[in-house]
């Protein structure tokens, strides 16, 4: 299935969290001189004019980061999110979104490669004029499950996954975490970032649970769910989103606690929102 179309969620509190969590896990892998390699399995049109058709149907943006872009107050974290948000947007008003592929490019280092996927015929060309002539980046039309078995190891042996499908269909749950199993396969020692809706909670604790044991049988060290619900599970649609991140940053779950804990009086409705800081398996001390 390919009906889904990121523009008419562009900048909603679900990127928020996605894309907060990607500057800050792009940041940590910044602080080694050695290259890295960041893969996006599906990578959308890069950019998203807010002004645009699909943007103003649902107008989800307003209650996301045009609620928050202009805050002066907001943990470091947050603050180096949200100037890449205003740096995309020049000195003027919030009119474009920058997606995953476009708020990575500017901290990529001329020695850093990225490997964008994108399946979507329409989107994949959109995508490729955007990075028309950047030598960093391959693009592909591509499933990017797949990509976790063909593009790893990277030959720079550092780096980050994002996987953010639409879940679309149910099985998309399942199929991250087969493809997760292929990665660590491949690269047990990278980061992966896997982002998810919270719609059915029993649906999410499997997933979760299927993510945990792939990632202890794959070597890897540790995982973290960072999830935020705005509202309560019990009522009708996404009430929240989250990340899990495996193998995050030393001091990650700290920065995300701050984070979370400034977003959600901003954004959540009415005052019943919910934060998760939750370890699924943690390296082992000493």
């Not at 009119?95 to 995953?100: I, T, V």
């Not at 997760?180 to 649906?203: E, H, I, N, S």
Request: glycine letters at 8%; aromatic letters at 8%; one cysteine or more.
């Amino acid at each position: 299935m390919l009906s889904y179309r990121h523009a008419f969620h562009a900048g909603n509190f679900a990127d928020v969290l996605k894309h907060m969590v990607l500057v800050t896990l792009i940041q940590s892998l910044r602080r080694k001189e050695t290259p890295f390699f960041y893969l996006d399995t599906h990578a959308g049109i890069g950019s998203y004019d807010l002004q645009a058709a699909m943007a103003r149907k649902t107008a989800e943006w307003q209650a996301g980061i045009g609620v928050i872009w202009q805050a002066g107050d907001a943990p470091p974290v947050v603050a180096d999110y949200l100037a890449q948000v205003r740096a995309f947007n020049g000195e003027g008003e919030l009119r474009r979104y920058p997606g995953s592929p476009l708020l990575v490019r500017p901290l990529l280092r001329d020695k850093d490669r990225m490997r964008l996927c994108e399946l979507h015929p329409r989107d994949i060309e959109q995508l490729q004029q955007v990075f028309q002539g950047e030598r960093r980046a391959q693009l592909a039309r591509e499933d990017g499950f797949a990509a976790l078995k063909s593009a790893l190891p990277p030959p720079q042996r550092r780096g980050l996954v994002l996987i953010d499908p639409p879940y679309e269909v149910k099985t998309d749950y399942q199929t991250v975490a087969d493809a997760l199993q292929q990665g660590l396969k491949r690269f047990a020692t990278g980061m992966y970032a896997v982002w998810y809706p919270v719609v059915d909670r029993a649906q999410i604790e499997r997933m979760l649970r299927r993510i945990r044991d792939v990632a202890a049988d794959g070597g890897a060290k540790s995982v973290l769910v960072v999830e935020q619900c705005l509202r309560p599970d019990e009522q009708m649609g996404m009430s929240g989103s989250g990340m899990v991140v495996i193998n995050p940053p030393w001091q990650f779950d700290e920065q995300m606690r701050a984070a979370l804990d400034w977003l959600l009086p901003r954004l959540s409705e009415d005052g019943q929102g919910v934060n998760r800081l939750q370890w699924l398996m943690a390296e082992a001390a000493g």
